[in-house]
T-cell receptor, first 113, second 116 residues
Framework: GENVEQHPSTLSVQEGDSAVIKCTYS??????FPWYKQELGKRPQLIID?????GEKKDQRIAVTLNKTAKHFSLHITETQPEDSAVYFC????????????FGGGTRVLVKP | GAVVSQHPSRVICKSGTSVKIECRSL??????MFWYRQFPKQSLMLMAT?????????EQGVEKDKFLINHASLTLSTLTVTSAHPEDSSFYIC????????????FGPGTRLTVT
């Protein structure tokens, strides 16, 4: 089955700096890669996603890049703010009817004011 | 739109009893719902995929006789934790995929189960 590795497990940045989180996946048939932000005790919230026919996607301060050949994708957050502090998860799926998501281990991001 | 609810939000039960958790898609129809378990400071682990009108598909290592899943309608799936033990204490989250939608899954708010 699919295996998703996520690094780093914790990330501390100064407010205004950029944060980068990287994930690798094992299943070459995976074609859908969402990123979620989860605050303590809350549901995961989709912040951005990308499909395999696209190499990069951007939404304001957030961007995701995908390298299908190398089977890795990354989340980039620019101009970080204290409210960006949370746990971020990457995930991968084949995008078929079953659409089973396999999650990475998570990255705890702390933005210091 | 695309709202998923869960009930209850938190429950405390005694060891050996059973607990039922409901997951509802409020404004869309979901042929497929998913149940995850999340232990403190860990990732979401898929327990099973629930398909409307058919048996759930369980992930390896998940006891199907302990975690009973029923997906009786296009808007409701239930997870019953039978004979609960303290090690079953966890955060249980469901998600649903819109039958007519894209690949996105919509997550419920989660249920905090504590078994004493």
């Amino acid at each position: 089955g699919e295996n998703v590795e996520q690094h780093p497990s914790t990330l501390s940045v100064q407010e205004g700096d950029s944060a980068v989180i990287k994930c690798t996946y094992s299943d070459s048939a995976s074609n859908y890669f969402p990123w979620y932000k989860q605050e303590l005790g809350k549901r995961p919230q989709l912040i951005i996603d990308i499909r395999s026919n696209v190499g990069e996607k951007k939404d304001q301060r957030i961007a995701v890049t995908l390298n299908k050949t190398a089977k890795h994708f990354s989340l980039h957050i620019t101009e970080t703010q204290p409210e960006d502090s949370a746990v971020y998860f990457c995930a991968a799926s084949r995008g078929t009817a079953g659409n089973k998501l396999t999650f990475g281990g998570g990255t705890r991001v702390l933005v210091k004011p | 739109g695309a709202v998923v609810s869960q009930h209850p939000s938190r429950v405390i039960c005694k060891s050996g009893t059973s607990v039922k958790i409901e997951c509802r898609s409020l404004d869309f129809q979901a042929t497929t719902m998913f149940w995850y378990r999340q232990f403190p400071k860990q990732s979401l682990m898929l327990m099973a995929t629930s398909n409307e009108g058919s048996k759930a598909t369980y992930e390896q290592g998940v006891e199907k006789d302990k975690f009973l899943i029923n997906h009786a309608s296009l808007t409701l799936s239930t997870l019953t934790v039978t004979s609960a033990h303290p090690e079953d204490s966890s955060f249980y989250i469901c998600s649903a995929r819109d039958r007519d939608g894209t690949y996105e899954q919509y997550f419920g708010p989660g249920t905090r189960l504590t078994v004493t």
